[in-house]
């Protein structure tokens, strides 16, 4: 049934109130904005590195001056990029932090070289180092040079943030993503490394990466003489490969001479296309019904196209005009 125009506007109006609303762009943490603030250091370095005083005697304003590679000239030009003016969030922590970051490139830059380190992980606490998370910045599971085997990732790596635990990666199972989910085989396994490998694309479990290394074969496949073997495109179940090893046909086609053939629905007795001058067909497991090149197509027939015209040049009549 077709709503009428207004029925179905509201209805649609009505599923948009219903949806759920897109979610917002997820602010940045604390730690992130920490580490984005020390990249953006970081590059005010390397865009800073051949440069000099500007004037024209660098060498007496580096021996009067100080060299321009640790003076706090290099340091302000640094600082002016850090920020967009209408980012507000960096302004804000850089105004708060300044003098963190002038004290540590004037005073403590030697000791501390890892500037995210020394500012982010030991003196702002916002984040943690590399395999380890928390508000106590412990190590992951697997232990923090290789949170997880190697084969996940830890939750809260590197914030105040998450449990520690693991999310493995595909292939990979268990607390610390040493084992193998099914579809996959262990090809290497020893006290510190687990790596495992994709079955055959016919094996659900494996020991191995051929079809004969099956434990178990996918859906669609069976296991014949020692090896998981394809079934016929035609087949629901079987017994081995081609389709005269089908168990059932899908539909569209039928068991004939002791194999799954396509039904030819367009030579059936009972027409598989209704309406009138409609040709039928025959596809593999289905059919199409097409009207004739030059026939008009509508609900209930294909019109030729003599009919067709004189349908157009013969406009319904008007009725009569009635006195009043």
């Not at 509201?10 to 759920?20: A, T």
Request: one cysteine or more; proline letters at 6%; aromatic letters at 6%.
């Amino acid at each position: 049934m077709r709503l009428p125009r207004p029925a179905a506007l509201g209805l649609l109006s009505l599923l948009l109130l219903l949806l759920p609303a897109p979610e917002a762009a997820k602010k940045p943490t604390p730690c992130q904005r920490c580490r984005g603030l020390v990249d953006k250091f970081n590059q005010g370095l390397v865009d800073t590195a051949k440069k000099n005083f500007g004037g024209g005697n660098t060498a007496w304003e580096e021996k009067t001056l100080s060299k321009y590679e640790s003076s706090e000239i290099r340091l302000l030009e640094i600082l002016e990029g850090l920020c967009e003016s209408s980012d507000f969030e960096c302004n804000q922590m850089l105004e708060a932090q300044e003098e963190h970051l002038e004290a540590w490139w004037l005073q403590l830059k030697n000791e501390y070289p890892d500037l995210f380190e020394w500012f982010c992980v030991k003196t702002l606490k916002l984040c943690c180092s590399p395999g380890t998370y928390g508000p106590d910045c412990l190590a992951c599971q697997g232990g923090s040079q290789r949170p997880c085997s190697g084969n996940g990732h830890c939750s809260g790596d590197g914030s105040r943030q998450g449990d520690g635990s693991c999310r493995c990666h595909v292939g990979y199972q268990g607390p610390l993503c040493t084992d193998c989910m099914d579809g996959y085989f262990s090809s290497l396994r020893n006290e510190t490394h687990s790596v495992c490998t994709a079955c055959d694309e016919s094996c659900k479990t494996c020991s191995g990466p051929t079809n004969r290394d099956c434990g178990e074969c996918e859906v669609g496949w069976v296991l014949d003489e020692g090896a998981c073997v394809e079934c016929d495109s035609s087949c629901v179940g079987c017994t081995g490969e081609g389709p005269g090893n089908c168990k059932e046909c899908i539909p569209g086609y039928a068991k004939e001479h002791g194999q799954c053939a396509d039904v030819d629905e367009c030579s059936l007795a009972e027409k598989a296309c209704v309406r009138k001058n409609e040709n039928c067909y025959n596809t593999p497991g289905s059919y199409v019904c097409v009207c004739p090149d030059g026939f008009e197509e509508t609900e209930d027939a294909c019109v030729p196209p003599a009919e067709a015209e004189a349908t157009e040049e013969s406009p319904t009549q008007l009725p009569a005009h009635e006195d009043l």
